[in-house]
């Protein structure tokens, strides 16, 4: 058997790297990367490949790739992916993983990031959809309305946020958000090319992308 999810989950230098990422992030004024988003997106990785019938291991290891995807931010924000891929590949090896799963893990992280993401792989695009659908007003991290930017506004206006995965036709992200706060356009200025990418996503796992707001499709 090869290396867990659990076991990177309590691996103390893996907790520094994303603690330590994150604080990177607060001072660059970025939303939440912390525990609660690489959980997050570890676990709905595992869940979609699931769903779809992948095995056990695959699951695992698009959890795996989910939780150290944005260890490269401790780094630098630019190429983070790149540059997180290299720190997992040093991290699992020095844990003994298998060659195998971590190539599978590192092609994961290293295509997760818009400016150079692609779903080479099914455990890759299960990250991306996970990733880029955790959108949720708790990622803010400003207390400030006044001081809000355009990525605070739609954030905050997310009050409710579901993925939806039907086996053999779609996969949907269900956003409720408060049109007070960020307006439907708002929400594409800034996560267009984040749809667009789940919905290659989705085509690589044989599978439709729909987004719903407000009960609207809009795509």
């Not at 944005?70 to 020095?94: E, P, Y």
């Not at 719903?212 to 795509?219: D, E, K, P, V």
């Amino acid at each position: 058997m090869g290396i867990t999810f659990e076991q990177v989950m309590q691996d103390e230098v893996v907790k520094t790297y994303i603690q330590k990422a994150d604080e990177t992030l607060i001072a660059l004024g970025y939303t939440e990367h912390s525990f609660a988003h690489v959980t997050r997106v570890a676990q709905l990785a595992g869940q979609i490949l699931l769903t779809l019938g992948y095995s056990e291991r695959e699951a695992e290891l698009a959890c795996i790739a989910g939780y150290l995807h944005d260890i490269g931010n401790v780094v630098n924000r630019v190429d983070h992916a790149q540059s997180g891929a290299v720190m997992a590949f040093r991290i699992l090896d020095r844990m003994g993983a298998e060659p195998e799963d971590i190539a599978t893990i590192i092609t994961a992280i290293g295509n997760h990031d818009e400016s150079t993401a692609f779903p080479v792989n099914p455990i890759a695009a299960a990250l991306i959809i996970a990733d880029k659908t955790d959108v949720r007003y708790t990622r803010v991290r400003n207390q400030d309305f006044a001081t809000f930017d355009i990525h605070d506004r739609v954030n905050y206006s997310v009050k409710e946020s579901e993925v939806i995965i039907e086996k053999g036709s779609h996969i949907e992200l269900q956003l409720t958000i408060e049109t007070k706060m960020c307006s439907v356009m708002d929400y594409f200025e800034i996560f267009l090319n984040r749809m667009i990418l789940c919905r290659k996503a989705s085509e690589k796992l044989g599978l439709d992308f729909r987004l719903m707001i407000n009960g609207q499709r809009l795509i």
